[in-house]
């Protein structure tokens, strides 16, 4: 991504990976379903001086034209639209042909992709249809989503040292604050005490058994994550 490239950041969050391609010169739109995220990410972008375009979209229905970017992007965003079939197709119909679609999702097998099993028992019956988020960190899963209708595949599985957090609690409590998924559980369990108890203590178990540090005041957990990229098919 580079200056003149039309990059489009699917579900974009703050802009944690739109504001470095605006900062790389890129045409940038950012595009989420929730305002108040397009909002900070407003606000950090101006911070970093970084110039680009916001738009309130969802996923699966992106008000674009077919083949409007020359770079589509989703850094651990698109996973978490429920229906994968109609956000893959989105993807692919407003990329041109030839260009680049890249994605960065947490693997289903890592920590983060094993936290909406942990959440699950506890939160409200998913959309008809809904497919868990973590299925797009595995490579076989993209691939049965893009088809044909993509070539020259990269596809491959990294990990990331996260050590920000001081206890398991300090990492709940963040992910109850600021992780949308948990947010949303946290909310439809308002009125349950008991149950808001237990998934507490559930989320703090899970950071303290992928703990890999020497306990001396800090969290060390691997978080691994695939990186895909693709060009749209020509034809």
Not at 11 to 32: E, F, H, M, S
Not at 58 to 77: K, M, Y
Not at 119 to 140: C, H, N, R
Not at 147 to 152: N, Y
């Amino acid at each position: 991504m580079g200056p003149g490239d039309r990059v489009l950041d699917v579900a974009a969050g703050t802009g944690n990976a739109a504001i470095p391609a605006a900062l790389a010169g890129a045409d940038v739109v950012a595009a989420d379903l929730a305002p108040e995220l397009l909002e900070t990410g407003r606000r950090l972008a101006d911070e970093r001086g970084a110039r680009l375009r916001r738009q309130e979209a969802d996923a699966e229905a992106l008000p674009f034209d077919d083949g409007a970017f020359d770079t589509v992007i989703s850094c651990v965003g698109v996973m978490f639209a429920p229906h994968h079939e109609a956000a893959a197709g989105e993807l692919l119909r407003v990329c041109r042909p030839g260009g680049t679609i890249g994605l960065l999702s947490w693997t289903p097998g890592g920590f983060v992709g094993r936290m909406p099993a942990t959440v699950k028992p506890y939160a409200p019956p998913s959309p008809p249809g809904a497919q868990l988020p973590p299925l797009w960190g595995d490579p076989e899963h993209v691939r049965a989503l893009l088809g044909d209708r993509v070539i020259d595949e990269s596809a491959g599985q990294h990990t990331v040292a996260v050590e920000r957090f001081a206890t398991p609690e300090e990492f709940r409590d963040y992910f109850k604050q600021r992780y949308g998924p948990a947010i949303s559980v946290y909310e439809s369990l308002a009125d349950d005490s008991e149950r808001i108890a237990a998934l507490d203590t559930d989320l703090a178990g899970i950071a303290r058994r992928h703990d890999r540090g020497t306990g001396e005041g800090h969290l060390v957990m691997d978080w691994e994550y695939l990186l895909y990229t693709a060009h749209r098919s020509p034809a």
